[in-house]
DNA sequence: AAGTGGTCTAGACCACTAT
DNA sequence: TAGTGGTCTAGACCACTTT
């Protein structure tokens, strides 16, 4: 018979370079998503065995064991104990939008530029002290600022931080470049972790004349809330943007162009 | 003077259990994760060198370098190559949100009922033969969906497949119970990739009615194209659900558990 | 030159699944 | 029992950065 064991599907794939600058690792994974895109390996169908890619591309396991848990970390590939690694049907919760699809928020965008529209200490609200975990009626700074990314407005930003006393508002201070810094203060409290949140509104009549949208265009709503190492709040606010200048978009499945999604960032330091 | 040289930053925290369930890389994380959330390790600070991990863990080289590898891939630590390793200050372009936020739409619920509300045969419009890249006026199956979770609408679903004379359209077949079973279609032609996209939106007033919302509230609407291994388009349609219903929230930084955040998934096959 | 991360080997041992 | 994935070792060699 002519059926192929699962042993000889990868014959025809091109063997690993030991001169390219590209890590075997990486290499291995390309080849199998390449495989699999290739609908040479079908959903729910069994990879070779870690000995049989072993010996087929002439690697160690440990170099095998790497590539397949790339793969399974990337939900393409589902190794199970004892019986084997087979190739996951794509799922749809296994789509994740990036904040990276927001303009403007990714440090590394230098294009974008933060104009303060308003700062002021004030007295807090209930629902800012609620917030923030402090007492109604204590002082924290408000702000309201705009983003600006290549000449057109693309975020109102509303942002609430607790006042602390040692560290007086240089108005400059918040005109950064950067949201990161913005975040990080450049002051003496650290960001631990954050709270995201994305809800769709309706673009209020003052946030759509800062956008230049029509009111009651719908929009996104990205709220905020920081905290510190000792798990206090520090800053809670919200951006609104405009439906139709912000998506999020994602792939789920083998992307078209399967590439190297395995760069590692080289960020710079705080 | 009692500065701590950084080999010595994790001297307080626990040794790694070889008798333990858990991998020693695993723990490692965790302890790594812990002198962070503790502010032991603060932002911009050098991790100890990998050969120190090694001596103070009592592990091996490849052990050290994937627990560090995982927090490379958590975006917690920035490992530069002649420099150190650095503990990443958090950054908001690292937040993703997941799908899994979006009720139903995972095949684990299966609190989710699909109603079929209507199906049938149509020539395509310009618009759904210029997603499908078919010619327009060919035949394709339109459909329109309910989808209930807790007794509860929660998205009305609008798709467009290309019509396959060889698979005639059973409608029980559509009374599916889990959406992957719809897109992964019970027939032949198996899915590759997706193309998903997340706009707000005011919800059109029949879309309110089915889902008992407010007509004019705001909404999500989840936009999605699906690809064969051949990459034609097979299906395109899109959710739309009240903002109220559905919420996307993620975390930036470290947890506040640290948890184990490695498990492996042991998904059921198709 | 010394120290750092990055890759890779060639095994070992274990836990689990199938037959 | 044989085959599978899962972990781990104790080094090696390389590329890069800093001093």
Redesign the interface.
């Not at 650290?190 to 309706?202: C, Q, V, Y």
């Not at 590692?264 to 960020?267: C, G, P, S, T």
């Given at each position: 018979m002519t059926r192929k064991p699962r042993s000889r599907v990868l014959d025809a794939s091109p063997s690993i370079d030991r001169d390219s600058f590209e890590p075997a690792y990486i290499q291995l994974v390309n080849i199998l998503r390449q495989g699999i895109?290739?609908?040479l390996l079908?959903?729910?169908e069994q990879l070779p065995s870690e000995a049989q890619l072993c010996r087929r591309f002439g690697v160690s396991p440990?170099t095998v064991r790497r590539a397949i848990n790339i793969l399974?970390?990337q939900d393409v590939v589902?190794?199970?104990q004892g019986r084997g690694t087979?190739v996951?049907?794509?799922?749809?919760?296994?789509?994740?939008?990036?904040?990276?699809g927001f303009p403007g928020?990714?440090?590394?965008t230098s294009q974008t530029v933060v104009r303060l529209l308003e700062v002021r200490v004030n007295k807090a609200s209930e629902l800012v002290a609620r917030k923030l975990a402090v007492d109604a009626g204590s002082r924290v700074i408000e702000m309201r600022r705009l983003l600006i990314e290549a000449e057109r407005p693309v975020f109102v930003h509303r942002g609430y931080l607790v006042y602390d006393p040692g560290r007086p508002i240089v108005e400059a201070e918040m005109e950064v470049t950067t949201?990161?810094a913005l975040?990080?203060g450049s002051g003496s409290n650290?960001?631990?972790?954050?709270?995201?949140?994305?809800?769709?509104?309706?673009l209020p009549a003052e946030d759509a004349r800062l956008l230049l949208a029509t009111p009651g265009a719908?929009?996104?709503c990205l709220e905020h809330l920081f905290f510190d190492?000792q798990?206090c709040p520090l800053s809670w606010g919200w951006f609104v943007g405009a439906?139709d200048r912000?998506?999020?978009?994602?792939?789920?499945?083998?992307?078209?162009t399967p590439a190297a999604t395995e760069e590692?960032?080289?960020?710079a330091?705080?």
């Open positions: 895109a290739a609908g079908r959903p729910g440990m399974a970390d589902n190794p199970q087979y996951k049907p794509l799922h749809l919760g296994a789509a994740t939008f990036n904040l990276t928020l990714s440090a590394s949201l990161q975040f990080s650290l960001i631990k972790r954050g709270e995201l949140s994305i809800e769709p509104t309706i719908p929009g996104f190492f798990e439906a912000v998506r999020l978009t994602t792939q789920v499945g083998l992307p078209a590692r960032r080289h960020d330091l705080a």
